[in-house]
Nanobody, 121 residues
Framework: QVQLVESGGGLVQVGGSLRLSCAASGRPFTLYSMGWFRQAPGKEREFVAAINWSGDSTDYADSVKGRFTISRDNAKNTVYLQMSSLKPEDTAVYYC??????????????WGQGTQVTVSS
């Protein structure tokens, strides 16, 4: 049974920063790519960022490029999303997801429960 637990969300002002964490358990962490998604009220869940098993390949949505950084610590079974220069449109519930293989394919096998990020203007 795979478990993904996100943390680090909260309320932040425009231009501020937050770091989200996603702790994984249940399967060998290094076997899988990981991704971050978000869902704003009334909108569909959208891709934010992804990272391969080793951390040397990443991908970002255009809307967050240059502002967000995904990383992972395989020794801690944790993936991070460092968010900077936050905008009101970044407000959403952020979810981490485990990919189907060690290279990101866009498909998610397991989801966390989500963590709320609210950016106030």
């Amino acid at each position: 049974q795979v478990q993904l637990v996100e943390s680090g969300g909260g309320l932040v002002q425009v231009g501020g920063s937050l770091r989200l964490s996603c702790a994984a358990s249940g399967r060998p962490f290094t076997l899988y790519s990981m991704g971050w998604f978000r869902q704003a009220p009334g909108k569909e869940r959208e891709f934010v960022a992804a990272i391969n098993w080793s951390g040397d390949s990443t991908d970002y949505a255009d809307s967050v490029k240059g502002r967000f950084t995904i990383s992972r610590d395989n020794a801690k079974n944790t993936v991070y999303l460092q968010m900077s220069s936050l905008k009101p449109e970044d407000t959403a519930v952020y979810y981490c997801g485990r990919g189907w293989g060690n290279t990101w394919s866009g498909r998610v096998q397991s989801w966390g429960q989500g963590t709320q990020v609210t950016v106030s203007s």
